[in-house]
């Protein structure tokens, strides 16, 4: 029991701290209405509440594991959750929507420290023969608190209050950091050189766009301000490839995109994120807006939808190491493109609910098909010693989807439909879902581009070790 004590101490630090994080990537959405009614926020005001914190974690979360590798992983880890805890009580104390944007980002920079550190430190804490386990009950954990995020943040809003939904994080989050003071032990890896000025490049170049998009429709797409915030973003965005194809340890090393594979596989992860989290945007606020349900009641009604990757996720795994990702990855693209324009066709301020369960079952089992395949994808596109980093830059992109999903889609949802009436409401909602399907549907076509030899799982722990999370928005 001895030997196995500081490896389970380690398993329950880590996991701690990747539930936590992992379930603020969904756990505020059934309370956007809420705190939309409480601090008079608008549609763009509830995107960043939403974007601030993925965009910042997506921005930072290649930093984080060369931070703990450079500076010593346990110290890493704690400050990483120690800004989090910070950013969860200054949320929780907001008293306007930009104090709470800005709270929102704070914990997106905690996470993206923590978050990959957690699977760091797990793995040096464990024997290889246990690895796998270890690993695989990791994900398990995160893919969780994706599922149970809506019904967790409902619950509170109801029970509580919406700023509860923030201060649960804190007595947690002080528990982490006292327990890895005392119980984990400090490491290091490999001395890295820290990329901070692709981090400031790409920073800039994605706040820049994603602030014009969500404004484009209250401004207008010919303002100059919208023009010139989308062109500076891009300028800047070309300026951080540039820098990333000369920069002696690149944030993103541009030689993982030259196999066509690991260039789908980051495409499809990308478009996935970008058509399914927009929409689950716009249809978390459905139920409490337009038929008047509880928070806790419209968390619940999402539960088929977020819980179906759990029991479908193992199975897509197992499946994908002996008939190949392909068919496996196009089948889930294919079915949440069906379900989403599945929910965008019967969607009706009266709409019933038995009518909408069977379309978030069938988008819930495409998502579950997804995510255990391109993890195979994405380690088998790459040569072994790459395969850290192609995880880490596909994690990225993903979150990067589900930014430019929620902007892209509020964007269309504000341009045909508002917040005054259930069915202005609609009116938004259903032509923001179609696109998400339609986006999400051309990533089920490029998936069939996939090679043919990118398809057995060539090693378990290994494709595990693949973040499992953005089950929702993000993380």
């Not at 997506?58 to 800004?83: E, N, S, W």
């Not at 088998?380 to 790459?386: H, L, W």
Request: aromatic share 8%; with cysteine; charged share 10%.
């Amino acid at each position: 029991m001895s030997r196995r004590s500081p490896a389970l101490w380690t398993f329950a630090i880590t996991t701690i701290a990747l539930f936590m994080v992992s379930l603020d990537n969904l756990v505020v959405t059934m309370a956007l209405p809420v705190i939309r009614r409480d601090l008079g926020a608008s549609l763009s005001d509830l995107e960043w509440t939403v974007n601030a914190y993925t965009l910042t974690f997506a921005a930072l979360l290649l930093m984080g594991a060369a931070l703990g590798d450079r500076f010593g992983r346990k110290r890493l880890f704690i400050i990483g959750v120690a800004i989090f805890t910070a950013g969860s009580a200054c949320a929780a104390l907001s008293p306007s929507s930009g104090t709470l944007i800005l709270a929102r980002a704070l914990q997106g920079v905690g996470g993206a420290i923590s978050m990959p550190l957690t699977l760091t430190i797990l793995s040096g804490a464990v024997s290889a023969e246990r690895r796998p386990l270890a690993l695989g009950a990791w994900g398990g954990i995160g893919g969780l608190a994706i599922a149970v995020g809506p019904v967790v943040g409902g619950a509170i809003t109801q029970g509580v209050s919406w700023h509860w939904i923030f201060w649960i994080n804190v007595p947690i989050g002080i528990v982490a950091i006292a327990l890895a003071y005392f119980r984990l032990p400090e490491s290091k890896g490999p001395g890295r050189s820290i990329d901070l000025v692709g981090v400031g490049l790409a920073s800039l170049g994605l706040v820049g766009i994603v602030w014009g998009v969500t404004h484009g429709n209250g401004r207008g797409w010919t303002d100059g301000e919208i023009v010139g915030a989308i062109a500076v973003g891009l300028a800047f965005l070309v300026a951080f490839l540039a820098w990333e194809a000369r920069a002696a340890e690149p944030m993103l090393p541009l030689h993982l995109f030259r196999r066509r594979a690991s260039v789908i596989a980051n495409g499809v992860s990308f478009l996935m994120s970008f058509g399914m989290f927009g929409s689950i945007f716009l249809l978390s606020q459905f139920f409490q807006i337009c038929q008047g349900l509880s928070p806790l009641d419209s968390g619940l009604r999402i539960l088929p939808w977020t819980a179906a990757p759990v029991v479908v996720a193992p199975i897509a795994g197992w499946a994908s190491g002996r008939i190949g990702a392909r068919p496996i990855l196009a089948a889930g693209l294919a079915l949440q493109a069906v379900g989403l324009a599945w929910i965008a066709a019967v969607t009706s301020p009266t709409v019933s609910y038995a009518t909408l369960v069977p379309a978030f079952v069938v988008s819930g089992t495409g998502m579950g098909l997804f995510f255990a395949p391109i993890a195979n994808v994405v380690l088998s596109a790459v040569p072994q010693e790459d395969e850290g980093k192609a995880s880490g830059a596909n994690n990225t992109i993903r979150e990067l989807g589900g930014v430019f999903g929620v902007a892209v889609l509020a964007a269309i949802f504000a341009a045909n439909g508002s917040y005054a009436t259930p069915q202005t409401y609609t009116n938004g909602l259903i032509p923001g879902v179609f696109a998400g399907a339609a986006v999400v549907a051309l990533g089920a076509a490029i998936a069939l581009a996939l090679p043919p030899a990118v398809a057995r799982l060539r090693r378990p722990d290994k494709v595990e070790a693949v973040r499992p999370t953005n089950l929702g928005l993000a993380s």
